[in-house]
């Protein structure tokens, strides 16, 4: 049963050694009582060219999150998806990408070669990475709590009185923490606001600072049974009147390329003997985002719990690498799965959506 993974990033550096640090953490030799896996792997590089590999070592050097200097071939986009067509033609493919072009755009790219995709449509992932859409669904909705907030554009007018300080601005499709700033006061906004604007045409200004806890809930979705399972909640270090940033979460070197996780970026799992009420509140919320969002699979979700305890949604993560560094697997560990059983059911859910597609289509 083979599965292509493609890692690396079509955009910048950044997101390339984040994307190496996370992805590579795959166990290569990974197998199942289920399934015979065999993988190969697949490179993308900024610059657009694509290798192929037996092992992933064979291309990256994990410890430096560095490409190997080897004699690989290098394909342009057109070349690499033929030869994955016709040559690999693999059963699946996981979609290692964390930048928004590769999580959307290049996912695409396999929707239209028709090989199916861990983790669900093209669709879900456009809504989740534009936070102006993902919030505008759930606000529609009315059953997940947002900030307070409205959207602003360049050019817009801005009255003083419509920003309260602390505020939080946004970038509506920036990635990770790269776009976002806390604003203390009015000397501050405009900066904050063109930072902002340099990701995304769209800003969300949200309207107060939710001073308190940052808590993650991941759910996953076992396609047979159509039941969601909210994990184990996780708690993070936050900075007193603070937001977390990007080196709370990631170690950079003097360019500013990630490295390796912070030190600073230890999670710890919330009580359910002390925090039950909580507990209960975010993973009902993260279910009924799920679900309103049109996820599949897998989605992880942030929230801001404020100081008399109510959560806030912040944002949906859709990325998982299936490996000991992905925070899936982490809380899906806690919750009683291994990296193996979660990983089968992931690809179980992926064979059973290719099935009803085919059903489907025999049908019409």
Known sequence: FQILHVLGSPSDEFSFKLNMLYGGSFHEEMQSPKYDYHFVYALVRPAGSWSFAERLSDIVDLTKLEERGNSLKKMDITAALQHIKHVIQPDMALLHFVCLKGMTTYRALFDALDIPLVGGSVESRYLSMDKLITRGVLVSYGDVSCPDGFIY???????????????????????????????????????????????????????????????????????????????????????????????????????????????????????????????????????????????????????????????????????????????????????GFTDESLFDMMVENTLLRKRKQENNNVNL
């Open 153 to 335: 554009q360049k050019g817009d007018p801005l009255e003083s009185e419509q920003v309260r300080y602390p505020c939080v601005i946004k970038a509506s499709q920036g990635e990770d923490t790269k776009a976002v700033r806390l604003v203390k006061d009015s000397k501050l906004l405009n900066a904050a606001i063109e930072h902002a604007l340099s990701y995304s045409d769209h800003v969300i200004i949200e309207r107060y600072y939710i001073e308190g806890r940052e808590i993650r809930c991941a759910v996953v979705e076992s396609a047979a049974n159509g039941e969601l399972k909210a994990l184990s909640c996780i708690e993070y270090k936050v900075r007193e009147n603070d937001i977390r940033r990007t080196e709370d979460k990631l170690s950079c070197n003097e360019k500013g390329l990630p490295v390796g996780k912070s030190p600073e970026n230890k999670p710890w799992f919330l009580d359910p003997s002390k925090e039950e009420k909580l507990i209960h509140r975010i993973q009902q919320q993260s279910c009924r985002a799920f679900r309103e969002l049109g996820l599949q699979d897998f989605g992880v979700f942030d929230f801001r719990v404020d100081i008399e305890g109510n959560p806030f949604f912040l944002e949906c993560n859709l990325f998982c690498s299936f490996g000991p560094q992905s925070v899936v697997n982490i809380v899906a560990k806690d919750s």
